[in-house]
């Protein structure tokens, strides 16, 4: 990834997660290049033109999002269940704004030298924040960014795992959900029989999950209060997608580097502020309200770190969670450059359904039958929305191409 000449700025591509950011705020991206004064720029046309790679480009786009990504759910799911300390002692790690702030941080030192490798040679290298309208927008991707993962986190001391990356992989439901209630748009019908398998999924594989739960506890109980942990997470991560989409689409040539670099700096800014002032936050009815003590009266950051000091070797899951996070995002914008979104959309979905493998063989879950069976509704969904949207997409990339050559000739 040498700092060469790109045929066409990164950009991501509207949609949930794992449908390539196609079903979210459409882009202006119809042909020509639109500057963020809404001057179309000369020539843009030129750039419908996909690029084409070699296979050992395809190759490490392809093993750079498995291996960065793979590796990254292993750690965290290690971090997170992991028992540390003597018998009759132990204690899990339990700070995600801390861990949130240290990949924040990584992300955007990635991010900055993503930017500067990417942009052509010989040109300025465009700033991550070109106009005040920018912003707010970028404010609130920092912030939900940040919220989401918390509850997040909270949800796996009610639910496991392996429910976890199932709901994980369910973004389409938020997303369409903020796309309805606030954009008032419509969907065709096969992406409303999409979530209805998906949820389905989502419920029979919970329903059947048969987690055993504290004393006292019913695990109907822990397990709802688990997915409405997650639902606010997922509320978030639609939001933050959504946001996103409408930045790429609003102030365009606004690039995906740039993205990456002023998201993850801005987060790294509202995280860090929380863990300056959790220690005086904890003892306010707000803290109190919020759950903050679970931390410790002193705060999150120094009983994040405290807990490091008592267990060292939590540092290497820690800072190899918070590379293959950032190396993932820099690997995900990099085949959007070089092959598009096409790709993409079968990358992204198997990389959901190995992670799953992976938690299984990894930390020895077992699932039985109407468990597979949910499993199946969940990426049997998600595979007929990916082939569709698939089928989509080179059809407008035809079509932008047949518009292209026959421009061409009539300027012949």
């Known amino acids: 990834m040498a700092r060469t000449k790109q045929a066409k700025p990164v950009e991501r591509q509207t949609s949930s997660e794992y449908i390539t950011r196609q ?55 290690k971090l997170t269940t992991t028992p540390h300390g ?55 991707v920092a912030l939900t960014s940040s919220l989401a993962s918390p509850f997040g986190y909270a949800s796996l001391a009610h639910i496991d795992y392996i429910t976890f990356l199932l709901a994980k992989s369910c973004k389409l439901l938020p997303v369409m959900f903020l796309h309805i209630t606030v954009f008032r748009r419509r969907y065709p019908l096969y992406k409303y029989l999409v979530v209805a398998a998906v949820t389905a999924g989502v419920a029979v594989f919970t329903l059947h999950s048969g987690k055993t739960h504290k004393k006292g506890h019913s695990d109907g109980g822990n397990s709802v209060w688990g997915l409405l942990l997650l639902g606010v997470n997922l509320l978030f991560d639609g939001l933050t ?18 993205m990456m670099c002023a998201n993850n700096l801005m987060s790294t800014a509202v995280t860090a502020a929380y863990l300056v002032l959790s220690p005086w936050l904890v003892h306010t009815p707000v803290g109190e309200w919020l759950g903050m003590d679970v931390a410790g009266n002193a705060g999150e950051l120094e009983a994040a770190l405290g807990f490091m000091r008592r267990h060292p070797g939590v540092w290497a899951d820690v800072l190899g969670f918070a590379a293959c996070g950032a190396v993932g995002q820099v690997f995900i914008f990099y085949t959007l450059s070089t092959f598009s979104s096409v790709l993409l959309v079968t990358v992204t979905v198997t ?18 039958r109407m468990q597979v069976l949910g499993v199946g509704l969940v990426f049997g969904g998600i595979g007929v929305e990916a082939a569709i949207a698939r089928q989509e997409k080179l059809a407008k990339e035809a079509a932008k191409r047949k518009a292209v050559e026959e421009k061409a000739k009539k300027g012949q």
Do not use: C
């Open 351 to 368: 990389r959901k359904m190995f992670t799953m493998i992976l938690s299984v063989v990894a930390f020895g879950h077992r699932l039985s």
């Open 86 to 140: 003597p018998p009759g002692a132990t204690e899990v790690f339990k700070y995600p704004v801390f861990l949130n702030t240290i990949q924040s941080l990584f992300a955007a030192t990635t991010g900055a030298l993503y930017l500067y490798f990417s942009t052509p040679a010989g040109k300025p290298i465009p700033p991550i924040i070109p106009s005040r309208r920018i912003l707010p927008p970028l404010l609130l």
């Open 23 to 77: 079903t979210s705020t459409p882009s202006k991206n119809d042909g020509t290049a639109i500057q963020s004064n809404g001057v179309a720029n000369k020539g843009a046309l030129e750039t419908a033109q996909t690029k084409d790679a070699g296979v050992a480009q395809l190759v490490i786009a392809v093993a750079g999002i498995y291996g960065s990504f793979l590796t990254w759910a292993y750690l965290q799911e």
């Open 241 to 258: 997608n959504s946001t996103q989409d409408y930045i790429f689409g609003a102030f365009q040539p606004y690039t995906g580097p740039q």
